[in-house]
Structure formats: structure tokens, C-alpha cells
């Protein structure tokens, strides 16, 4: 048995996209904007929610953070 796992425990990051799909990707470090770039949206376009509140684009998420892309509809 590898003792590792224990000492090193992996953290996953659950996103939500706007469709309420959900992903789950390693919890390493990253800013929201990485993030959002990864994902093909352009953060004009959304509002991002990390646990449960709203947050700039320039957060940073990790860990088991939870981040929900939510679409903002505008116009007139």
C-alpha cells in the first residue's frame, strides 16, 4: 500500500458550467481567468460564483472549491 495518498490527499475542483453541467478538475491554484480561458468562455459574458459568492475574475480558485459560471443576460 502506497502511504502517499494519505500524507498528499488530492484535492478536485467541482466548476458548473452555464448549461449546469457540472466538471470536476484537479484543485491546483489558478485564477479565474485561466480558468474561464481553458473553458472557451469569455468572462465578459458570465458572473462566477466560488462557495457560494460572487467573485472577481481575477480570483483565485483551488482546492475543493466549488465554482459556478453563471451567463448574464444583456441588452435591451
Not at 16 to 40: C, F, N
Not at 45 to 52: A, L, M, P, Q, W
Not at 62 to 75: S, T
Amino acid at each position: 500500500m502506497n502511504g502517499h495518498a494519505q500524507l498528499f490527499p488530492t484535492h478536485t475542483m467541482k466548476i458548473i458550467l452555464p448549461d449546469a453541467t457540472i466538471q470536476e478538475v484537479p484543485g491546483d491554484p489558478a485564477s479565474l481567468l485561466v480558468i474561464l480561458d481553458r473553458l472557451g468562455i469569455n468572462p465578459a459574458e458570465v458572473i462566477v460564483s466560488r462557495n457560494g459568492k460572487l467573485v472577481p475574475e481575477d480570483a483565485v480558485a483551488r482546492g475543493d472549491d466549488e465554482i459556478r459560471i453563471i451567463r448574464i443576460a444583456h441588452g435591451g
